[in-house]
């Protein structure tokens, strides 16, 4: 498939079109003066250097070079590129607990937003590594496979909302599980699951998917957000909050002794999340301990550039236009050596 990338820029070969009229025309007023000068055959044979025909060819290698030149700023692309880089990174993956008990706003503005400025600010600061995301409750989905395009992770994780799984709860071994089905195929690279949540597993299981993750060679860190004493979950768009079957408000606690033992079981650690920036600093402190190895990215551009041949044609074509003369070359007529 052909296009090109900047085809405004094409509208420029109008003003060639225009300088070729402008061309013509000077030689028609050119012809009107010679012929009221004298007879244009005995001038052309007082002008025996003048050549008629070099100039004309001048004229047009510089329109053609323009043109090629032209076309090259419009940068003219054709089919697929697919580009091998090695970088030296790791493969993590984020799974980030949107249950209803994530909007608590113990951590400010909540736990979910907290959560999700501090992921952001850790695939701020990544380079070379791969990274997906994982939304979980009650189920677990992945919301974008792992990949090392960051504004498409920052981009996905924008949109991250509880209202995006309606079964409720907090299913960290499904997350896990999920977590361990999304890297790459590729050997001798460090993995990571980093699971953000406030800790209320009510499902189970999670310390065996941890332990299973380690014995994988995939470390497992758990970043417990919220407050142990528990806070209110508030009903979105509303004043109040969620309240049990006795009318009782729920109150959602940070479990951190689940935290640090899942995390224990995964071979990873334990980060508590606040309102300061601490964790940030241990997150980053986690990620720089393990081992980079090189990772085979594969990037592929839809079109292929193929400017550099038009920008090569026009530079020939300039070269010629300035060795050519516009008077004749006599070392180069061959007629002389036949006169007697």
């Known amino acids: 498939m052909f296009r ?44 025996i250097d003048v050549s008629k025909v070099r100039p004309e060819i001048k004229f047009w290698l510089a329109q053609l070079a323009l043109a090629s030149f032209i076309i090259a700023l419009a940068r003219p692309q054709f089919g697929t590129r ?12 984020i799974a980030l607990d949107v ?25 701020d600061k990544m380079n070379d590594d791969k990274v997906g995301l994982i939304v979980f409750a009650g189920q677990a989905f992945t919301q974008l496979p792992i990949t090392s395009d960051y504004v498409s992770a920052k981009m996905f994780l924008d949109t991250v909302d509880p209202s995006m799984i309606t079964v409720q709860g907090t299913d960290v071994a499904e997350a896990l599980n999920l977590g361990m089905k999304s890297f790459t195929q590729q ?20 310390v065996e998917a941890a332990k299973n993750a380690a014995s994988a060679g995939v470390h497992v860190y758990m970043l417990g957000v919220g407050n142990p004493n528990g806070a209110p979950i508030p009903i979105p768009n509303t004043d109040r909050h969620i309240i049990d079957e006795e009318g009782n408000t729920v109150m959602s ?15 990873g650690a334990y980060i508590y999340v606040d309102n300061s920036s601490s964790a940030q600093d241990k997150l980053q402190g986690q990620i720089d301990k393990l081992s980079k190895a090189k990772l085979e990215s594969h990037i592929y551009s839809e079109y292929d550039e193929q ?16 060795l050519l003369l516009e008077r004749q070359n006599h070392a180069f007529n061959l007629t002389r050596f036949f006169k007697k």
Request: overall charge negative.
């Open 4 to 47: 090109f990338e900047n085809p405004q820029y094409l509208y420029l070969l109008i003003v060639l079109a225009a300088l070729a009229v402008l061309h013509y025309y000077a030689i028609y007023r050119k012809n009107i003066k010679i012929r009221k000068f004298g007879d244009p055959d005995l001038i052309k044979q007082l002008l």
């Open 82 to 93: 697919v580009d091998v880089a090695e970088r030296q990174g790791i493969e993590c993956i």
């Open 99 to 123: 249950s209803n008990s994530m909007l608590a706003e113990d951590v400010k503005p909540n736990r979910l937003e907290k959560a999700k400025m501090l992921i952001s600010s850790m695939v």
């Open 187 to 206: 050997e001798n690279v460090s993995r990571a699951i980093f699971v953000i949540t406030d800790g209320e597993d009510n499902e189970g299981m999670a």
């Open 253 to 267: 606690k940070l479990n951190e002794e689940m935290c640090k033992e899942i995390a224990k079981a995964g071979n």
């Open 307 to 322: 400017y550099q041949g038009f920008v090569i044609l026009g530079l020939i074509l300039l070269l010629i236009d300035a």
